[in-house]
């Protein structure tokens, strides 16, 4: 399998961030999010970012994803500096390099699953036909159906190939099996890890699951708001072979 | 079509009892809104084309008696395009069958030329023909032959009468046999109503047009005239022309010339109008205010729960502006279906309210016209006022980053209510204080939900008060003011020696004299045309009230002014004005304002006969009389009384006498023509509130449902029942519109306030009276429209699915 070297030489930078930190209020108490984070991704790359519940993690891929902004430090996506970008100009990253995969799918219940693809592709440069993305994830049967009508692992999978469909060069997944069984939840890592293989998408996986650290080429390993060690998996294991 | 707007169909439908709810309240603004204002604009097209084709003056004068030949020196008035004389003549019409004196206006008319498209003040011919003209050796054998004339179709109905039908007249003294050949309109009558009277009695006031000649010889006008009608060209106005009419006419004896807004019908139907235009706008504040409430309430709900996909939607690249426009389209479409209904609804009420309108003011045919500028105006108007309204909960959800979207809501912090803190809190139930919690905790919501309720209210009382006012006015001005049985009027002022000789009437028991002059006021640059009416110091049959019902005493000497006169003069107590009299000897005198007096109804002055007669430089002159008849005995009713009177007198073949007008049936006549009318427009005015109430009501608590429906299943699952969570829900719903009903009341009382300030006018003030029955009628419409909206909500409580309810993420 491929190493981290490997990918270090041949791919470039896709995200490099300088310390940042995020602090929030909610309510009345202040909440420290991240405390200077410094990383980097690469193209090509399949991370995991692993950690407990906030640790942070969900602030970070918010961020590098252009949900959120950093209270300081700085993040770039190639040579776009996220930190400081208008509105127009996040919009439009996310708009055209950026897929995200959610916990909860958050799938537009009153639209299919066709139609919640066509929802992202309607507005992306050049997408990939919705039912290519359909197919890519095995739903080519359920195009039709509403989300109140598919499996938790099939509105997953609809997730994932409304994300992919507008072909990003990143895709990144917020505890994409979260929400799933053992068993759905390895098929749909298995369409992440197909994606990042065939589509050469760059893809960054948060997690609170450890095994499926298994399956990266790199994991970035969170806590309190700050990395506390890098991991490389010179083996990868495919997503049948983890143990939960 | 996109993805996106197939959502907004999908989410319509989902939520489509609100859709409904909201659409409803819309499509009733508007289309009252396009009701009023579309038969507005048809009456007014319809008036003036009327106008146009029949001639309507624009100057008009009534004088003592002027020779023919004077009409040449007015058609040279320089702007005159067309002047029309002819002689007025009271006269008291006597109907078999009917006991009751009729007071009747003779018109001279000349037939040859009336069908000439430039005559003026033609009349439209309903039924039957134009009376024959009679040659002068036809003239010699006149005398027992009957006379041909046209009567106006508002006296006809009521009387049934119809072309063959024969009347009798006595005009100057003299009975005449008279043939009725035709009905007809015209645009003088288009409102019509006896000179001097606020309301109309149309069987006791008719219209006669009868051939020049026959006329003039009648009333002894023999190549003269007394009255006059003038067109002029548009570039003049008309008081140029009104400025040399008077010079002209003075030593004729004219009363002063007038133009359009002074003529009796014409002022009656602007005023009418007026009150139109004001429904209309009163009513689209209202409804515009109500749809803004219900909108933001529905669309920051539906933003509310849709935070997650409008950050899933961000996430994806869609800019604010996109998402935005998403939601306003949603808005829009809301709206839009109320729209539809709306402008149908409003175009086939419009024109039906328009019909009524033609049928109750005489008009030959309706100019309804599809107000297409109406109509596009109230449509821009709603979608941008709601767009407005609900921008705040667009812009919220615009404004909400993704990330934090994204993440679940944090609980909301409630707090223990000022009512607990209080320490009541021991009488309440968990329940109960539920209730409380979340009110204090969403105190903007439950506000609006109140204000929206309460305008349900609101829209009843504004809609029904004026029955009040106008009761109230009547009341006051027939049975407290006015207090006599009959009111004589004289053809001519006569000498005080004629209240001795009504006073020797059989069954007669009071007689009180009253003189009423025309007059020109004058104070600076402002004047007003209007009469002073003289009184007995010591009178008691028709007493001047003010706004406080105290009766106000006749000064000695000096006028007493109403006080909207006195305020378009722009006089108080201790001024002079300037009056010009134009009757009489027509001099000018300066006359003290003794004092102002507030009233509802008419532009008087008032004086002590004796000094106003000193000041006209006559006799004691008297113009007619007040009277009380002897009731006999008590079984018997008003009308057998008043029946019994005439027949036993002679007042009604009194020579001199121009009218006797008896009170009684004056108000039972009015009551019977606008009662129907009235009880449709109660009808109108209910569903229109219960429209708001509902969609206010019903939307509220479908909101709250939704909002809670994951708390409300938990109390199921912990063994709460159906009917008490039905009460913590329900519960919030009889809160609001216990607090919506003082708020509604005090909202319908202000707007009434400023619908009548909008309306005032010379003819009268309506009075802000509002029954206590109307307001409980108003209540109770808001009690019984929020039950309604219980039992819709307490079905839909009835279908939670426990399971699925819990099972939702978080």
Redesign the interface.
């Known amino acids: 399998m491929t190493n981290e070297n490997t990918l270090k030489s041949s791919g470039e930078k896709v995200f490099l961030t300088k310390g940042i930190t995020r602090t929030y209020q909610?309510?009345e108490v202040q909440v420290h999010a991240l405390r200077g984070i410094d990383l980097e991704l690469y193209a090509g790359e399949f991370s995991v970012i692993l950690g407990l519940s906030g640790s942070g993690k969900s602030?970070l891929l918010?961020?590098l994803?252009g949900?959120?902004i950093p209270t300081t430090g700085q993040v770039f996506y190639k040579e776009l500096e996220l930190s400081h970008a208008t509105?127009?100009q996040l919009?439009?990253?996310?708009?055209?390099h950026?897929g995200?995969v959610?916990q909860?799918y958050?799938l537009?219940p009153?639209?299919t699953a066709l139609?919640n693809i066509?929802?992202?592709t309607?507005?992306?440069d050049d997408p990939m036909k919705p039912e290519y993305a359909l197919e890519l994830v095995g739903l080519t049967d359920r195009m039709n159906h509403f989300p109140a009508q598919l499996s938790g692992g099939q509105q997953q999978r609809v997730a994932i190939a409304?994300a992919i469909a507008?072909n990003p060069a990143v895709l990144l997944c917020d505890e994409p099996t979260g929400?799933l069984d053992i068993e759905t939840g390895v098929t749909v890592l298995e369409t992440l890890n197909r994606v990042n293989q065939e589509l050469g998408t760059t893809i960054s996986v948060i997690t609170h699951n450890a095994s499926i650290s298994d399956m990266a080429h790199r994991v970035i390993y969170l806590n309190d708001g700050q990395i506390s060690s890098i991991k490389q998996n010179d083996i990868r294991k495919t997503p049948h072979e983890l143990s939960w | 079509m996109?993805?996106?707007d197939?959502?907004i169909f999908?989410?319509l439908w989902?939520i489509r009892g609100q859709v409904i709810a909201i659409a409803l309240v819309v499509a009733c603004g508007l289309s009252t809104v396009i009701m009023s204002y579309s038969t507005l604009e048809s009456l007014q097209q319809t008036r003036e084309q009327y106008y146009q084709e029949y001639g309507f003056a624009h100057v008009f004068a009534s004088l003592k008696r002027a020779p023919n030949t004077l009409l040449e020196r007015i058609a040279q008035i320089p702007g005159v395009d067309k002047v029309v004389s002819r002689v007025l003549a009271p006269a008291r019409i006597s109907l078999k069958d009917f006991v009751e004196p009729i007071q009747g206006l003779l018109v001279s008319v000349d037939f040859q030329s009336i069908s000439n498209p430039d005559s003026l003040n033609r009349i439209y011919l309903r039924e039957g023909r134009m009376p024959k003209t009679t040659t002068s050796a036809e003239k010699m054998s006149q005398s027992n032959q009957k006379i041909e004339i046209i009567i106006n179709e508002a006296f006809a109905q009521p009387h049934d009468l119809h072309p063959g039908d024969q009347i009798k007249i006595i005009v100057n003294g003299h009975e005449k046999q008279l043939i009725i050949v035709g009905i007809a309109l015209s645009p003088e009558f288009i409102y019509q109503i006896a000179p001097g009277s606020i309301i109309p009695d149309f069987s006791r006031y008719g219209v006669i047009w009868m051939e020049d000649k026959i006329l003039e010889e009648a009333y002894d006008m023999d190549g003269a005239f007394n009255d006059l009608s003038i067109k002029h060209r548009s570039d003049i106005q008309s008081h140029v022309i009104i400025e040399k009419l008077n010079v002209i006419l003075k030593p004729y004896g004219g009363l002063g010339a007038y133009d359009r807004s002074l003529q009796v019908s014409h002022q009656f139907l602007s005023e009418e109008f007026k009150q139109l235009d004001g429904m209309g706008r009163t009513f689209s504040m209202i409804f515009l205010s109500v749809t803004i409430i219900l909108l933001n309430m529905v669309v920051g709900r539906i933003i509310a729960s849709q935070r997650?996909?409008i950050?899933?939607?961000?996430?994806?690249?869609?800019?604010?502006w996109?998402i935005g426009f998403h939601y306003s389209k949603l808005i829009v479409l809301i709206v839009m279906v109320g729209i539809v209904f709306g402008v149908l609804s409003g175009l086939f009420l419009g024109k039906n309210l328009a019909l009524l309108y033609m049928d109750y003011y005489r008009l030959p045919f309706l100019d309804y016209q599809l107000q297409v500028g109406t109509i596009l105006y109230s449509i821009s108007i709603t979608l941008i006022v709601t767009l407005l309204g609900a921008l705040f909960s667009v812009r919220k959800a615009t404004q909400l980053?993704?990330?934090?979207a994204?993440r679940p809501e944090?609980p909301q912090?409630y707090s223990i209510t000022f009512i607990e803190r209080l320490g009541l809190k021991k009488y309440l139930s968990q329940s109960s204080r539920m209730i409380l919690r979340h009110f204090e905790r969403h105190p903007l919501k439950a506000f609006m939900s109140v204000f929206g309720t309460a305008f349900a209210c609101a829209i009843m009382i504004v809609g029904t008060f004026f029955m009040d006012a106008m009761n109230y006015m009547m009341d006051i001005e027939f049975n407290r003011s006015h207090r006599e049985d009959l009111m004589v009027t004289f053809v001519n002022p006569l000498s005080y020696k004629a209240v001795y000789e009504l006073r020797n009437l059989d069954g007669v028991l009071q007689v009180e004299p009253y003189r009423s002059v025309a007059v020109k006021m004058q104070s600076g640059s402002r004047s007003h045309r209007t009469a002073i009416q003289g009184f007995m110091p010591d009178n008691r049959l028709y007493q001047v009230l003010d706004t406080k019902n105290r009766v106000v005493k006749i000064p000695e000497s000096g006028i007493l002014l109403t006080e909207f006169l006195a305020k378009k003069l722009n006089v108080t107590s201790g001024d002079m004005i300037e009056i010009e009299f134009l009757e009489g000897k027509h001099q000018d005198q300066q006359v003290q304002v003794a004092g102002v007096s507030n009233q509802y109804i008419g532009l008087s002055g008032y004086m002590n006969i004796n000094s106003l007669n000193h000041l006209l430089q006559e006799d004691s002159l008297i113009s007619g009389a007040y009277l009380t008849i002897e009731k006999g005995h008590s079984e018997k009713s008003s009308n057998e009384i008043s029946e019994h009177f005439f027949e036993q007198t002679q007042l009604k073949s009194m020579p001199q006498i121009a009218g006797v007008s008896e009170k009684k049936s004056l108000i039972d006549s009015f009551q019977k023509t606008v009662g129907d009318f009235m009880l449709t427009y109660i009808v109108f005015i209910t569903v229109l509130s219960v429209a708001i109430a509902f969609g206010v009501i019903y939307n509220n608590t479908r909101i709250t449902l939704s909002e809670r429906s994951r708390e409300l299943a938990s109390l199921r699952v912990l063994g709460y029942t159906q009917s008490e969570i039905a009460y913590i829900l329900l519960g919030e719903l009889a809160i609001i519109t216990f607090f919506a009903i003082p708020v509604g009341v005090l909202i319908g009382y202000w707007m009434s306030y400023g619908f009548i300030l909008g309306i005032q006018q010379d003819l009268f003030r309506i009075p802000l009276i509002i029954n206590l029955q109307t307001y409980i009628f108003s209540v109770l419409v808001v009690i019984g429209s929020a039950v309604i909206s219980g039992l819709f909500v307490q079905r839909k409580l009835n279908q939670i699915d426990l399971v699925s309810v819990l099972k939702v993420?978080e």
């Open positions: 909610m309510g602030t918010n961020i994803g949900l959120d509105e127009e919009t439009n990253y996310r708009r055209h950026v995200f959610f909860f958050n537009i009153s639209l139609e066509s929802v992202v309607e507005i992306a409304r507008k929400a | 996109k993805t996106l197939r959502k999908r989410e989902m997650d996909i950050a899933s939607l961000k996430a994806f690249g869609y800019s604010n996109a980053q993704p990330a934090e994204m944090i912090r993420k």
